[in-house]
């Protein structure tokens, strides 16, 4: 089963509006969604072109189907991603997006 419409567009909008629009032309949030998984990257200009743009992957949020669940995952400094243990899986998106917001643990936002 695909990411849910509802809980897709959540993710998105709460993406966008993590950043004032007066300085989103130096910081973006944005929700990259990839099957059933939606990456949170936060992006930069690039230092050589100003026109390009630079990511750092945040957090990673999946949608298992089978079981209606949303479960957190952070990025560790080889690129990889791993199950936050600390955050139980949640048949509700927004308390994940809540738990990033609360910026309760520094792994994800640094």
Known sequence: ???????????????????????????????????HRITIVESHPSFHDENEWTGTPVARLRYTGTTGD??????DRNLKFHLYRD??????????????DSRADPIFWG
Not at 3 to 30: G, K, S, Y
Not at 70 to 75: A, E, G
């Open 87 to 100: 955050f139980p899986a949640t048949p509700h998106v927004q308390e994940i997006l809540d738990f990033l």
């Open 1 to 35: 089963m695909a990411i849910p419409e509802l809980d897709r567009a959540r993710v998105v909008r709460w993406a966008e509006n993590q950043v004032p629009e007066h300085v989103r032309d130096q910081v973006r949030v944005e929700a990259e969604v990839d099957g």
């Open 70 to 75: 949303w479960t957190l995952y952070w990025r």
